[in-house]
C-alpha cells in the first residue's frame, strides 16, 4: 500500500499547505520590513522631539522677554511724580 500513488485529497492538501506556508513567509517578510519602517520613524520622532525642545525654549525665551515690557507699561506713573518712565531706542556700544 506504500506504493501507491497519493489521491486527490492529499494531493490538493499538500498543495494547499504550499501555498499556505508560502503566503505565511510573504506576511512574515512583510511584518519585518514594517517593523523596520516603524523602528525608522520612532528613531526620527526623537530627533524631532530634541528639536521640538530648542524651539519650545526659544519660544519661553522669546514671550519672556515680552512680558516685562507689558507689565513697565502698566506700573507707570504719572509725568511729574518720577515714577513715569519714557522709553527710547538703546544704544548698544561697540567694546572693540
Known sequence: MADQEPTYFE????RL???ITAGFE?????TN???R????????THEYETIAALWHSFYQLMRSQDAP??????QQGMPGTGGHVVKGKEVVKDTH
Open 11 to 14: 494531493r490538493e492538501r499538500d
Open 17 to 19: 499547505a504550499g501555498e
Open 26 to 30: 510573504d506576511l512574515l517578510s512583510s
Open 33 to 35: 520590513g514594517l517593523n
Open 37 to 44: 519602517k516603524v523602528e525608522e520613524v520612532l528613531g526620527m
Open 69 to 74: 515690557d507689558e507689565v513697565d507699561e502698566q
